[in-house]
């Protein structure tokens, strides 16, 4: 049950489009296409962005959006904007009923 | 809408025990696996334990294994964490969150474990 790996930071303007990575195995990334985002405003608690890769829930808007190549995962948010600053951490079902998490990347909208 | 209450986290010395409680509303709870997640404080997200909408099937990271059970009562609503043997890296907040394979949605908004002497 290793983590999975991502950058601690990225950041972007307002309006520019941020890519966050999350690089896994075969044993979980690149084994299911189960791969989850949240985001984590400080001293809130997270908040589901990505289901199954791609799966956007209900009331997140269209500018966040997953994609998944081999063991890689990736969020993208599209136009920037002040709020969606914050720590985003990307997870994966990996095998025998169990999940792992990444490391999380802190976003940073400049 | 679904909400999720924990409650039970507090400071314990070392090799003690505590049992953290779930209380969920806002939804047909037995339809739904259940899962527990900490946070150490100033670091990420760890998966801890999840458990299947029956109760029957239940699931451990490797770090709380032997030491930590999980279970529900699904005639309250409730879901549990049993903490034994405790150690000053279990020291987080722990939160409780519906789903398991399919993501987590929503969560509680935590309580705070505290291993200490």
């Known amino acids: 049950q290793s983590a999975l790996t991502q950058p601690p930071s990225a950041s972007g303007s307002p309006g520019q489009s941020v890519t966050i990575s999350c690089t896994g195995t075969?044993?979980?990334?690149?084994?299911?296409?189960?791969v989850s985002w949240y985001q984590q405003h400080p001293g809130k608690a997270p908040k589901l962005m990505i289901s199954e890769v791609s799966k956007r829930p209900s009331g997140v808007p269209d500018r966040f959006s997953g994609s998944k190549s081999g063991n890689t995962a990736s969020l993208t948010v599209s136009g920037l904007q002040a709020e969606d600053e914050a720590d985003y951490y990307c997870s994966s079902f990996a095998g025998s009923n169990t999940v792992v998490f990444g490391g999380g990347t802190k976003l940073t909208v400049l | 809408e679904v909400q999720l209450l924990e409650s039970g986290g507090g400071l314990v010395q070392p090799g003690g025990s505590l049992r953290l409680s779930c209380a969920a509303s806002g939804l047909t709870f037995s339809s739904h696996a259940m899962t527990w997640v900490r946070q150490a404080p100033g670091k990420g997200l760890e998966w801890v334990s999840g458990i299947s909408g029956s109760g029957d099937i239940t699931y451990y990271a490797d770090s709380v294994k032997g030491r930590f059970t999980i279970s529900r009562d699904n005639s309250k609503n409730t879901q549990y964490l049993q903490m034994n043997s405790l150690r000053v890296e279990d020291t987080a907040l722990y939160y409780c969150?519906?789903?398991?394979?399919?993501?987590?949605?929503?969560w509680g908004q935590g309580t705070l474990v505290t291993v200490s002497s």
């Open positions: 969150a519906k789903g398991l394979r399919l993501g987590f949605d929503p």
């Open positions: 075969s044993s979980d990334v690149g084994g299911y296409n189960y």
